[in-house]
């Protein structure tokens, strides 16, 4: 079985910083594709940011060049830095995994995994 666990989040100012982690459990990680989700209230799960099992990155428009995704298999676990936040970019964001996969890796519907999610609220 596998679990995902979120942490990083918090309240930060417009311009600001924040680093989230998705710690991952169970059978071997760097085998996973992995994915960060947000869903902001009121408004559907959305994209945001994935790295395949072979290290392909790929974000939306809306965080390119502010966010970068990253993983590191020997602490199997899966970062999302976000520089220079928005206040559009408040959200609770979910970490997501699926096995073996390097296709379709900004729907959700491609993952079999979710974490609980973790908070991020930013100020303006």
């Known amino acids: 079985q596998v679990q995902l666990v979120e942490s990083g989040g918090g309240l930060v100012q417009a311009g600001g910083s924040l680093r989230l982690s998705c710690a991952v459990s169970g059978r071997t990680f760097s085998n996973y594709a992995m994915g960060w989700f947000r869903q902001a209230p009121g408004k559907e799960r959305e994209f945001v940011a994935t790295i395949s099992w072979s290290g392909n990155t790929y974000y939306a428009d809306s965080v390119k060049g502010r966010f970068t995704i990253s993983r590191d298999n020997v602490q199997k676990t899966v970062y999302l830095q976000m520089n220079s936040l928005k206040p559009e970019d408040t959200a609770l964001y979910y970490c997501?995994?699926?096995?073996?996969?390097?296709?379709?890796?900004?729907?959700?519907?491609?993952?079999?995994?979710w974490g609980r999610g973790t908070q991020v609220t930013v100020s303006s």
């Open positions: 997501a995994a699926e096995y073996l996969r390097s296709t379709n890796l900004e729907r959700l519907q491609t993952y079999a995994y």
